[in-house]
């Protein structure tokens, strides 16, 4: 990955004391997180939704996301279908807490685009009507658990699908770090995305090359792991094509990790967080914000 040159200061000096071996730095704590790459086949091919934040967030200001956000500990308690395959999440997404990650997937998505990835017990896709905007801007606000809402409804997140996908995690030279899950789901029938939490001042269904191709011509801020995981999405035509293939990847753990370039620069390359080992053969876009590798 290339050299940071719109580091901030403090970070680039963190980054080369890592670089140079020294143990003085410690890094933040790690927090949960999971976005989810909401899917639907467009006229001209699959299309993926996008969000870009408002300038005024204190994290990732700016960037185009997937919807989601940090894990909640009332997400453990948030009633899944009976066929989520928990063993499968915990093993590819390297968690110990498998059901509060998709749990927390599924609640941010409702809570920034109003879809809700649910099904009845008889697993019936659910009906949204205005009484679920009223519920949402309650859970939004902090007033209403997403565990009860749904069992107040006699609803189930649809945990089988939700796809694990791909895992970043925050560099250690950040402020704020986020060991992030991405999964992905089709958008259910009779849904629509919109911008519903206030988070973002702009969202779009584009197709995955599109975005892609904005984000290198400088039109279209974006972190690394987004870019990276569209380029994934866009291997595939359609939603149908994409979910089984996307069941199928070999997910690790990536961190952007700085070191010293054979003319002593600062760089970056992707290494498994868990183990340290230098990950290759993985796309790497270009580094040129690694602030708030996330989502």
């Known amino acids: 990955m290339d050299d940071v040159a719109g580091l901030p200061q403090r970070m680039r000096e963190r980054a080369e004391r890592i670089a140079h071996g020294e143990e003085e730095y410690v890094p933040v704590p790690l927090r949960h997180a999971a976005t989810i790459a909401l899917l639907r086949d467009g006229a001209d ?88 905007e009223a519920q949402r801007a309650e ?39 986020y060991d992030t899950r991405f999964l992905a789901a089709r958008l259910p029938a009779g849904q629509d995305a919109a911008e519903r939490g206030g988070e973002a001042d702009r969202v779009a269904w584009v197709r995955p090359a599109d975005a892609v191709a904005a984000f290198h011509a400088g039109t279209t801020a974006m972190l690394p792991p987004t870019v990276a995981t569209l380029l994934e999405l866009g291997r595939h035509a359609t939603v149908a094509d994409a979910l089984p293939a996307l069941r199928g990847l070999d997910v690790l753990p990536l961190m952007p990790a700085p070191y010293l370039a054979d003319d002593g620069s600062l760089a970056w390359h992707l290494v498994n967080e868990r183990t340290g080992e230098r990950v290759g053969g993985v796309g790497e876009p270009h580094a040129s914000e690694t602030d708030g590798v996330g989502r």
């Open 139 to 177: 859970l939004a606000a902090g007033r209403l658990a997403f565990a009860d809402l749904l069992r107040g409804r006699g609803l189930l997140v649809d945990g089988e699908a939700l796809v694990p996908f791909a895992h970043w995690v925050t560099p250690e030279v950040e402020d704020r770090r």
């Open 45 to 132: 091919g699959l299309e993926v939704f996008l969000m870009r934040r408002q300038r005024s967030m204190a994290f990732a200001a700016g960037m185009h996301v997937y919807p989601g956000g940090a894990v909640e500990a009332s997400d453990a308690e948030v009633p899944l279908t009976s066929s989520t395959d928990l063993d499968n999440v915990a093993r590819r997404l390297s968690t110990d807490q498998p059901a509060s990650i998709v749990a927390a997937a599924a609640r941010e998505t409702f809570e920034e685009s109003g879809v809700l990835l649910a099904v009845d017990g008889d697993g019936r896709p659910v009906g949204l009507d205005a009484s679920f």
